[in-house]
């Protein structure tokens, strides 16, 4: 069974950074594309980024692109994601999660990955 946990969330002020971890139990991480995930109150579940097996591909919302990075240390069952340049509308719930591919599932929907995590709360303020 694999397990997904997330940290690094916390409350940040407008402009600021703050870097996600999600570490995953199991000896087939590196097989699969990851992806982080969010959800503010009252909204869907929203893309954010996605990066493939072996780090060569990544895939990024527009709403995030240039100011996020998505990164993986398959040595350490880990995928981060840095966060840049934070604005009041990235207050959300991210979740991490794990495809059942290893490349960059073409549709950026929750519905290609398989594994989540419980997520960690992110609070920008203004």
């Known amino acids: 069974q694999v397990q997904l946990v997330e940290s690094g969330g916390g409350l940040v002020q407008a402009g600021g950074s703050l870097r996600l971890s999600c570490a995953a139990s199991?000896?087939?991480?590196?097989?699969?594309?990851m992806g982080w995930f969010r959800q503010a109150p009252g909204k869907e579940r929203e893309f954010v980024a996605a990066?493939?097996?072996?780090?060569?591909?990544?895939y990024y919302a527009d709403s995030v692109k240039g100011r996020f990075t998505i990164s993986r240390d398959n040595a350490k069952n880990t995928v981060y994601l840095q966060m840049n340049s934070l604005k009041p509308e990235d207050t959300a719930v991210y979740y991490c999660a794990r495809s059942s591919i290893g490349t960059i599932p073409t549709r950026p929907s929750r519905y290609e990955y398989d594994h989540w995590g419980q997520g960690t709360q992110v609070t920008v303020s203004s």
């Open positions: 990066i493939s097996w072996n780090g060569g591909s990544t």
């Open positions: 199991g000896r087939t991480f590196s097989w699969y594309a």
